[in-house]
Nanobody
Framework: QVQLVESGGGLVQPGGSLRLTCAAS????????MGWYRQTPGKERELVAR???????NYADSVKGRFTISRDNAKNTVYLQMNSLKPDDTAVYYC??????????????WGQGTQVTVSS
């Protein structure tokens, strides 16, 4: 019914940058919040950044000043620009969106995840 597809992960050296992209498609009437989470083995998934509008964003303390979340409502897409990456940022990154479908159901949808590895 609704799909989220992430892209942009990969291997980068410490101090480098990556840009993650997540595009939502399917039976979408509207999207409220969109966000990025990350998870490492043996740990719970944690919020990285979340956006409702350009004036309403929040970030994990560990990424403030380094990561920037943005969205393109016309494309149902959310981005995560990650700068000054550290080895501790290594994780699988998941996209999440709170979607109202054309059938007026409200879903919390997840992408399949994209691996980000920060290593020299």
């Amino acid at each position: 019914q609704v799909q989220l597809v992430e892209s942009g992960g990969g291997l980068v050296q410490p101090g480098g940058s990556l840009r993650l992209t997540c595009a939502a498609s399917g039976s979408i009437h509207s999207i409220n919040a969109m966000g990025w989470y990350r998870q490492t083995p043996g740990k719970e998934r944690e919020l990285v950044a979340r956006i409702i509008s350009s004036s309403s964003t929040n970030y994990a303390d560990s990424v403030k000043g380094r990561f920037t979340i943005s969205r393109d409502n016309a494309k149902n897409t959310v981005y995560l620009q990650m700068n000054s990456l550290k080895p501790d940022d290594t994780a699988v990154y998941y996209c999440n969106a709170h979607i109202t479908t054309t059938g007026r159901s409200i879903l919390s949808s997840w992408g399949q995840g994209t691996q980000v590895t920060v290593s020299s």
